[in-house]
């Protein structure tokens, strides 16, 4: 039994906390770490006893093998600094931290160690995208040429978060950056990106936007564009094609249901699941298994740093490329 400590219980953290408890045959959470008492009673609710609100204490006092780090993305360089300095394998959230300088510090310091490290890009375990993956390892499409990824949420995170997350390309984006290399298999040495605010937040304050298109050119000569929204009114839209020399493959949104309903004014679908919580809830599961069954094959994680790396430079790249409307080469950012 892997025991896991949690480090952050908000959306994400309550999410790995019920999945580890509830579905994890091999995985126990035994002690959360929290910014205020606020979730105790939710850790309480999921059997964990040690509850913390500093990360050396949670260390000092109770043994774990294991972090996942849900806090938010401002905290994650000191929490990772102190869990590879005390030798605990290693579930990071996305994005690694938002200074490619600090994950380059933090990827020394991992070279070093026996530490396992894994970053929380859970996209790529939906069964959608693990069986576009199989087929593409199956060669069924032949060279890949082209990748479409429409990446819009039904609705902006509070202000709050916004603020700290690094904005829509560091902390939104990036999910699609990494699923694009994913798919392609190269590595992105271009990028331009366009953006604008169309929502009645007042991003501009905070120098962010809420709608961006985003193209990335691809060693191996493919391309793939990438269009995010916070602001889709028809709900949670999530759709992939990849475009090869033999056809395609696509996946399109989920909904509840399939039923539609016909009357004389049109076709009516029910609109796309909730949020990302639902519509990507067995990746989430998905992932942590993966985690785990590495650390107990005691092989390296699929998602290493080095993924966190590159996402992170493609999404500096392309917030840079917005900013001063021109091609940004990955090798300017890394
Ligand atoms: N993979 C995904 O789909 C996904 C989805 C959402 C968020 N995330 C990432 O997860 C991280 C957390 O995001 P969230 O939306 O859950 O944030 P959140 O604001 O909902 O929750 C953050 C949690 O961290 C706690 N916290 C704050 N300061 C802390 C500290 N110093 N030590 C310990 N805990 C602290 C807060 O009390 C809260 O419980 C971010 O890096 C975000 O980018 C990933």
Known sequence: MIKIGIIGLGRIGQVHLKNIQ???PHAKVVAVCSGSQKSLPLAKKFGVQNYFTSLEQMLAKVDIDALVIASPTGFHFDHLKLAIASEKH????KPIDLSIQNIQLLKKQLDQTSVKFMVGFNRRYD???LKIKKDLQEDRLGRVQSIKLISRDPGPPPME????SGGLFLDMAIHDFDLARHLMGSEVTEVYATASIFGNLPLGSVGDVDTAVTLLKFKDKGFATIENSRNSTFGYDQRVEVFG???MLSASNKADNTVSFSDNKGVHHPIPVGFFIERYKESYLNILDSFVESLEKNEDPELNVWDGLQSVAISLAAKKSSEENRVVLLS???
Do not use: A, D, M, V
């Open 22 to 24: 509830l579905y994890s």
């Open 161 to 164: 978060f916004i603020k700290t």
């Open 245 to 247: 020399e033999q056809g």
């Open 332 to 334: 300017e950012i890394i």
């Open 127 to 129: 069964p959608n995208i």
């Open 90 to 93: 290693i579930f990071c959230e």
